[in-house]
């Protein structure tokens, strides 16, 4: 009997790709003020080309006309950036000559790296706040590299984005753009400030100035409680090579490799319908992994229902792949039917088997002091928008019972439910009603939601019956 090699060589090549991009495959979210440089930035150090100073390194990334015309960023985008074994950028060398500069693609990328790092450019302008927190939400990401203008004291949107980050439990890397040109007394100014924010009860990160690549060695297992602070120039090059080096030395922390023996579950962040193919899903597998034929669920859709399908193919960083795992971030093309392509939206999952959705979700939060309440009232009937990994939908509020010191649940709440209040500062139960549909919702879940300057973070603690008055 004949034994096709070729074919065998190809499928263990491809287990290997898919198990590189899952262990070996960093998210790093790149966030801070509208005049931050950080399409600038990510630009420079995914192309290899310096800026120009008039915006050339952005437009080598930008996909849409509005966001080169405007320089705003509006919509979330993941670039990729890949290392060799020796923490090499893969890309070409940092040069303002950008006529010379091959750059590569993302496939090219993806398969010549030996450690890859996605970064995530998220939306600065305090218009586009929900996108980017949707996009920290579920990005799943890793590290969050905060930049902030050295020109300037760090603004509102700056401590948005730092509270943001700390809200999930993000570690959280500093970077002063723009310092070609910029006072001494000035870069001195804005350090200090952002010294005293890291080193607010609300963050409480101790600050670490980076000098020198030996210096990403002292703090690459310690970035829990120490904030690097990195300075660099997207004209003239400094502090780039620093930063690639962090970039690649930052260990991964999230562990979905171990999650791959677990029932599939992929978050569907994304909806395309391309022209031969059909509809086509991306997002993150989040457990389990699925194959190429394989029979799914996907939902929810209308009161809760999955709908049964299959997986026509596997794109894995634009390479085809027949199998993807925990931890990628892919896109799968479904099979259905016009009808069915209707009920796609953001948010529904693909499921090994159905379960039941949820429409009301019991968690415990903690109303984050300094954000403030001015004009709102956090009390029964409240209505926000609640962001629950890739699930983001408006909710009112059934429930609230204070929680005090060694987890004590407040007696009187049971008596005059309507009449508790949320103060920033204070922690509590809370139990919320999406007012839309269900959404497939699991225990554990990190949730947050902002409205005005309040912002309030938590974990699913249970998930009730529609009809139930406890969880």
């Known amino acids: ?260 023996g677990r029932p599939l579950e992929f978050l569907i962040e994304d909806i395309f319908d391309v022209t031969g193919v059909g509809s086509v899903v991306s997002g993150l597998v989040n457990a389990g992994k699925v194959n190429m034929g394989d029979s799914v669920w996907l939902g929810p859709i209308g009161d809760g229902e999955f709908l049964k399908t299959a997986v026509k193919s596997i794109h894995l960083a634009r390479t085809n792949v027949r199998t993807t795992v925990a931890g990628n971030t892919a896109c799968l093309a479904l099979a259905l039917s016009k009808d069915q392509r209707k009920l796609l939206r953001k948010g529904m999952v693909v499921l090994e088997k159905p379960i039941e959705a949820t429409r009301v979700v019991e968690a415990e939060m903690f109303v984050i002091k300094g954000s403030g309440v001015d004009g709102t009232t956090i009390r029964k009937n409240y209505q926000t928008m609640l962001h629950i990994l890739h699930v983001r939908q408006a909710a009112t509020v059934e429930d609230i019972q204070l929680v005090h010191q060694g987890g004590v649940v407040d007696s009187t709440s049971s008596h005059d439910k309507s009449g508790i209040v949320i103060r920033p500062g204070n922690r509590a139960k809370i139990r919320f009603r999406f007012m839309k549909r269900k959404e497939f919702i699991r225990v554990g879940m990190r949730i947050l939601f902002r409205d005005g300057r309040v912002r309030a973070s938590g974990t699913i603690t249970a998930l009730c019956k529609e009809n139930e008055e406890n969880c």
């Open 1 to 260: 009997m004949a034994v096709d090699f070729e074919s065998e060589a190809k499928t263990d090549d491809e287990d290997l790709f898919t198990q590189k991009m899952s262990i070996k495959h960093t998210r790093v979210a790149v966030v801070g003020n509208v005049d931050a440089g950080k399409s600038t930035l990510i630009g420079s150090i995914t192309t290899g080309a310096l800026d120009d100073g008039r915006g050339l390194s952005r437009r080598l990334i930008m996909k849409f006309k509005h966001e080169i015309e405007t320089g705003r960023t509006s919509t979330i985008c993941a670039h990729l950036l890949g290392f060799d074994v020796n923490g090499k950028s893969i890309t070409s060398s940092i040069s303002s000559n950008v006529a010379k500069l091959k750059i590569k693609t993302e496939d090219e990328i993806a398969a010549d790296a030996q450690s890859l790092v996605s970064l995530v450019d998220l939306a600065g302008h305090e218009k586009y706040l929900k996108t980017t927190i949707h996009g920290i939400s579920s990005g799943m990401v890793d590290y969050a590299l905060v930049l902030v203008n050295a020109k300037q004291p760090p603004t509102h949107m700056t401590l948005q984005h730092i509270g943001l980050a700390s809200s999930y439990g993000i570690p959280i890397v500093i970077v002063l753009t723009k310092v070609d040109g910029c006072p001494k007394h000035v870069l001195k100014s804005t350090k200090e400030e952002i010294n005293v924010i890291l080193r607010s009860p609300e963050v409480q990160k101790k600050p670490f100035a980076m000098m020198k690549e030996a210096d990403v060695d002292l703090i690459v297992n310690k970035v829990h409680a120490i904030a690097p602070v990195v300075t660099v120039s997207c004209v003239t090059g400094e502090g780039l090579d620093l930063l690639n080096h962090l970039l690649f030395s930052l260990p991964k922390r999230r562990r979905h490799h171990n999650k791959i």
